[in-house]
């Protein structure tokens, strides 16, 4: 295995630990883990460099602080596990994040900026940008009353950041959404961290490691499957706890199935809701693309978003000069829309396909993987403007007939086998 912390220096397997963690190591190896053999003066120096501070956050894999650059004198996290009685599967996670985070380009998710071990010590430190803000989970303990604007502005932007996640190669499924890691920056963008945490060992003696929250974890990770589903349940648990005003392990169910008729008032967000929280991995929105096909003309609002009392009325509660603007620009936004999905998208994958079909066929790839995300997203602001060119506020336009089949009673999961 090649470890992240390696950069440019020989990897090697440390002796003592050697020793020490023999009995985990694994059958024919000598060590489990390969660490990093830094000259010791680089060890130091790198430890000196990141002045800790107080600490920002912990879980099941470290604690996360603050800490200052002495050489650029900016502010940065500072994520440090301490290897123990544990074992050796926190490290395996650690280097997960650390791979991960290397490899990952988004303005919503901490940027990676160094590493570094004190071999001696057992402790293994990630250097991250830092995210200043207030998490999701701290409005919900301060029992903050979000408006159904904001719950839309929070979906709309973690839909952005799945898409990235989801269509990189392989997806990266995060499989631990929920409030405490997204973090609500004072501008008012949304951003997504912790990328490698174990948050459940159900069996710490042995077998699948489950890596999730309860409440928030979809019911597949018990056995150990993740795909772009499992991130859509959790962000579905994520807004209805914030709806609801209590944490997801505590919502009313009705066998597996979370019960939100019980604390969440009627609304087409509360029926989308429903649907991302379907226990059976089969019933649910499979994809971002699906969730946005289920929420068909629901808003994307900027910041957050326009209020209730000065929207559009259902029933064209806006008369005269100002209905007729609105129904034009409905009309017009609706042709773009169908332009943009019928003519200018085919037309850039063509040309793209001409361009990269034997130069670069991953890239081309890639793109069409994700001209059908493109298309769903094209479909709903299409969805929207036909609404407000027939004079109806989109955003309490009741659900369209969804593509997936109809809530049925709760169901057992099928059995499938453990992914070690």
């Not at 630990?17 to 023999?22: A, G, I, Q, S």
């Not at 499924?173 to 963008?189: C, E, Q, T």
């Not at 629901?298 to 929207?311: F, K, L, N, Y």
């Not at 929207?384 to 999961?413: I, N, Q, T």
Request: glycine share 10%; proline share 9%.
């Amino acid at each position: 295995m090649t470890s992240p912390l390696a950069g440019r220096h020989p990897i090697a397997c440390s002796p003592a630990l050697r020793e020490r963690d023999r009995p985990l190591a694994r059958p024919g190896e000598s060590c489990l883990i390969l660490i990093v053999a830094e000259p010791n003066a680089t060890r130091t120096a790198k430890s000196e460099r990141y002045r800790l501070q107080q600490p920002l956050g912990e879980g099941g894999q470290g604690r996360t602080y603050r800490a200052t650059d002495s050489e650029t004198g900016r502010a940065v996290a500072v994520k440090v596990i301490q290897l123990g009685a544990g074992g050796w599967k926190p490290f395996d996670l650690f280097e997960r994040e650390c791979q991960a985070l290397r490899s990952l380009s988004h303005p919503a998710i901490p940027r990676y900026l160094d590493t570094f071990a004190l071999e001696e010590e057992g402790r293994y430190f990630l250097v991250m940008e830092l995210v200043e803000g207030t998490t999701l989970r701290r409005m919900l303990l301060d029992k903050q009353r979000l408006t159904e604007a904001q719950l839309y502005n929070f979906l709309h932007q973690a839909l952005g950041i799945l898409d990235y996640l989801h269509g990189c190669h392989p997806p990266v499924i995060h499989r631990d959404i929920k409030p405490a890691n997204l973090i609500l920056r004072d501008d008012g963008a949304l951003v997504l961290v912790d990328f490698g945490g174990v948050r459940l060992a159900l069996r710490p003696e042995g077998g699948s490691t489950v890596v999730g929250t309860f409440g928030y974890m979809a019911p597949e990770q018990l056995h150990g499957e993740a795909t772009p589903a499992t991130d859509i349940y959790g962000l579905g648990a994520t807004l209805a706890a914030l709806a609801s005003g209590m944490e997801a392990d505590k919502l009313p169910r009705q066998g597996l199935r979370a019960d939100l008729a019980a604390v969440i008032s009627p609304s087409p967000l509360r029926d989308l809701l429903q649907r991302m929280l379907e226990p059976d991995p089969t019933r649910r929105p499979a994809s971002t693309a699906a969730v946005r096909a289920l929420l068909g003309a629901g808003p994307a609002p900027a910041g957050d978003g326009p209020r209730t009392e000065d929207a559009v009325d259902p029933e064209l509660g806006v008369r005269g000069a100002p209905g007729l603007v609105i129904r034009i620009l409905g009309s017009m936004g609706y042709v773009g829309f169908v332009l943009l999905d019928a003519m200018i998208l085919p037309l850039v994958l063509f040309i793209f396909s001409a361009a990269w079909s034997n130069k670069h066929p991953r890239r081309l790839a890639r793109l069409r993987e994700r001209t059908e995300g493109i298309r769903g997203a094209l479909r709903g602001g299409r969805s929207a403007m036909k609404a407000l060119a027939a004079g109806r506020d989109p955003r309490r336009r009741p659900l369209p007939p969804p593509s997936l089949p109809p809530v049925a009673p709760p169901r057992a999961l099928p059995r499938r086998g453990r992914r070690r």
